[in-house]
């Protein structure tokens, strides 16, 4: 899946509230893009189940995966070498405060897409949340930590290191402090405490 023929989709039908997340959201701000299957929306709730619709409408042979804070579209004709049903899009629902911020305030427009992306204080802190999150599988806790180093080292000297601090502490109270640690680590090349 690419993103623009969803964004295509999504606008078609309305939906407004959007920002584009994951690795298509980040990838101006890594040192050293990586490939990924999916495409990730973070969304309004209020506009979820227009947004689901018109995928479906869409692309119907996707399967619908809904879980607490993410609906996972998975292609029945992309599995994986252990057999499970790749997913295609996640629309991510603004789970915390850090990602509702991101929704409605911490996002520019991108000038070569005209698509809303994280601003890039918001990608680390988005990356952080993933990365915390007691739920999230080790090796995706260890793709989110290359991430979030990828984007911290070269741009190092330019994060605003106040609203990364306010962003983190949006994930859980506390949380900038570690984040702001997090970032020293990454400059030192040394490990995250994941």
């Known amino acids: 899946m690419e993103p623009q023929p969803l964004i295509q989709v999504l606008r078609d039908a ?5 920002v584009l997340m994951g690795l298509y959201g980040y990838v101006g701000y890594l040192a050293m893009p ?15 189940e227009l947004a689901v619709s018109a995928i479906l409408v869409r692309w119907p042979a996707l399967q619908v995966d809904r879980q607490e804070v993410v609906v996972r579209f ?65 090796e995706k806790k260890a ?15 330019t994060i605003d290191r106040d609203l990364l601090d306010h962003l983190g502490n949006l994930v859980y109270e506390g949380g900038g402090k570690e984040l702001l640690e997090f970032l020293e680590l990454a400059k030192q090349q040394k490990p995250f405490p994941v």
């Open 143 to 157: 793709y989110d930590a290359a991430d979030l180093r990828s984007i911290f080292v070269p741009n190092y000297g």
């Open 34 to 48: 990586r490939a990924t299957q999916d495409v990730d929306i973070l969304i309004d709730e209020n506009e979820l």
């Open 74 to 138: 998975r292609d029945p004709g992309e599995v994986s070498i252990t057999g499970e049903v790749m997913q295609v899009i996640d629309l991510m629902l603004p789970s915390n405060e850090c990602y509702q911020a991101v929704l409605d305030r911490y996002h520019r427009i991108d000038e070569e897409t005209g698509n809303p992306i994280p601003i890039i204080e918001a990608a680390c802190a988005s990356k952080f949340a993933a990365i915390v999150f007691p739920h999230r599988s080790w």
């Open 14 to 18: 309305g939906v407004k509230r959007w």
